[in-house]
């Protein structure tokens, strides 16, 4: 986006604009997406969707609910969604208590789908083919490769 890092939501999701515009706006013949954000990344990919078209789905992995605002997590998002974590991720699941996780999924508007992947951390150490696996079989699931390339989700 050709700004500094300062780190703060408006930035971030100023970085994400601009490389939907310069995806769906250029030569790449693109013109739906699907968003996938890492832990805090996940709320900025699930704000863009909430408000963007051409966004046919939102995965988030690793999502810290437990920072997100309220508003954005109960806002219905009529667009498939999904959540990958570790069952050893302690920022999502051991540090603020599965609980909160459980609200986190709970409170999300639109049924979502989620994988718990064995073994995995909150980076996916060691784990990043189950999470690649997961997401993967994922779009299979919701045929989003069609959504993506222009064919409406069925």
């Known amino acids: ?19 939907l515009e310069w995806l769906l706006g250029g030569p790449h013949g693109v013109d739906r997406v699907l968003l996938v954000g890492y832990s805090y990344g996940c709320m900025v990919a699930r704000s863009i969707a909430l408000r963007r078209p051409e966004v046919v789905g939102c995965v ?8 997100f605002p309220g508003a954005l997590v109960q806002q219905s998002l009529e667009k498939p969604q999904l959540v990958v974590v570790g069952e050893n991720d302690r920022v999502c699941l051991l540090c603020f208590g599965l609980h909160h996780f459980q609200e986190g999924l709970a409170a999300l508007a639109r049924p979502s789908e989620t994988r718990v992947l064995p073994k995995a951390d909150h980076y996916f150490s060691g784990c990043e083919h189950m999470c690649s696996k997961a997401i993967l079989d994922w ?13 409406s989700l069925g």
Do not use: K, W
Request: hydrophobic residues 30%; negative net charge.
């Open 60 to 67: 988030m992995c690793a999502p810290p609910f437990h920072m």
């Open 1 to 19: 986006s050709g700004g500094s890092r300062r780190g703060d939501v408006a930035s971030e999701h100023q970085d994400c604009e601009a490389v």
């Open 139 to 151: 779009i299979s699931t919701y045929s989003l490769t069609e959504a993506v390339n222009g064919v």
